[in-house]
């Protein structure tokens, strides 16, 4: 727990550093690129890149089929250390929160999956707030929520697009490992 030391907020990402979200990434990005192509827009290699690539129905059913998936995912996810910090801290009394970039409803699932729906003060998932990480927007609405300023809180998460949100967003990140298995 030494690593949050010094910090007044220490906000968490979900999939791969609270919990592993059971989602078949691949097949996301092939009925992706069937619903483009059926839209007549041109297949994305993934289908966070079919959602700045697409518009009006095509998006909204790009959004819908990352929603559906990663609801389910969050149902048959499996909790991650981090999960006990985060517990730890709010039951210490800091400010904590969870910023993703999967739906709010899928990081609420999740926490409700493992127990942790009270230990997060806020939750800001991809739908929460207009643009999605790593724009700073959703970690800063974050940190609102608990009433912490950036400069005073800590994200932790597990990619360079974690990263690059802290940094955007004059926080500073602590990076934890990847558990790809149960």
């Known amino acids: 727990m030494d690593r949050y030391e010094g910090y007044d907020a ?11 979200l059971d989602v078949d990434w691949a097949r996301v990005d092939e009925e992706t690129a069937d619903i483009l192509e059926s839209h007549g827009y041109r297949p994305t290699e993934t289908a966070w890149g079919a959602l700045d690539a697409a518009d009006g129905d095509a998006a909204a059913a790009v959004t819908a089929l990352l929603a559906d998936h990663e609801r389910r995912g969050a ?3 499996w909790r991650l250390p981090a999960a006990d910090d985060l517990r730890a801290l709010a039951d210490a009394g800091r400010p904590t929160a969870v910023c993703s ?16 729906t009270d ?26 929520r608990t009433d912490v300023p950036p400069e005073r809180a800590l994200f932790v998460g597990d990619s360079e697009s974690d990263e690059l949100t802290a940094t955007r967003a004059g926080v500073d990140f602590a990076y934890v490992y990847p558990v790809t298995s149960a």
Not at 101 to 116: I, P, S
Not at 127 to 141: E, I, S
């Open 10 to 20: 220490v906000v968490f990402d979900l999939d791969g550093t609270v919990v592993h």
């Open 75 to 77: 149902e048959r996810s």
């Open 101 to 116: 970039l999967n739906c709010e409803a899928a990081v609420r699932a999740a926490l409700a999956e493992h127990g942790l």
């Open 119 to 144: 230990a997060a003060d806020a939750v800001v998932g991809r739908d929460t707030v207009g643009p999605r990480k790593p724009d700073p927007g959703p970690l800063l609405a974050a940190l609102r």
